[in-house]
């Protein structure tokens, strides 16, 4: 898994790349029309294409004249199980970490209503 994760987060390095992806969510998509938004050769977008292909992100068919590309969402899954583990760390470290600001901020008032009695 950590080889096609490390293709993943390159094939996610590039902004076009993440365009490319953003615009498959949408459904099946020819060459042509994911190349239009951008000010590049054809060749160009399908040396994007072999990238994200080959991290298992897009899969692209043949139906005549037609190059379908469409989003492999179990590509997609894995880098999401991935971030998912650090997701609960970091969710789990703000919930302790709110809980110490808690407790100072009471130990903080005690302080103060001590303070004023005095």
Excluded at 5 to 22: N, V
Excluded at 24 to 34: A, Q
Excluded at 66 to 94: D, N, T, V
């Amino acid at each position: 898994m950590d080889n096609s994760l490390d293709r993943a987060f390159a094939a996610l390095a590039d902004p076009t790349r993440r365009a490319i992806l953003a615009k498959l969510t949408l459904g099946e998509t020819s060459v042509t029309e994911l190349a239009e938004p951008f000010e590049m050769s054809l060749p160009a977008i399908s040396r994007h294409l072999k990238v994200l292909e080959k991290a298992k992100l897009i899969s692209r068919g043949r139906d005549a004249q037609w190059r379908p590309c469409r989003i492999e969402p179990q590509g997609l899954k894995e880098i999401a199980e991935w971030m998912e583990h650090y997701r609960r760390f970091w969710s789990e470290s703000l919930d302790r970490m709110e809980l110490y600001v808690a407790k100072l901020q009471a130990a903080e008032k005690t302080k103060k209503r001590t303070n004023r009695k005095q």
